[in-house]
């Protein structure tokens, strides 16, 4: 008897599924992604100004 229990909780578990935690992993998935793609933005950026204002520092003191 216990498996027929096992198995009706189990079908009422996959017939009564909700996309509610599903959109809350792909929201969470998102999130993840963009945060990702700004650090790696802010790092090429940072690094490409930094040798930008270093060229323009050194040619003001050069005069």
């Known amino acids: ?10 079908i009422q578990a996959h017939i009564a599924k909700t996309d509610r935690g599903a959109s809350l992993v792909e929201y969470a998935l998102l999130v993840a992604l963009i945060a990702v793609v700004c ?6 950026l940072g690094n490409t100004a930094s040798d930008s204002f270093s060229n ?5 003191q050069a005069d």
């Open 1 to 10: 008897m216990l498996h027929f229990d096992v198995l009706k909780a189990w």
């Open 39 to 44: 650090i790696v933005a802010i790092t090429f």
């Open 56 to 60: 323009v520092g050194s040619e003001l």
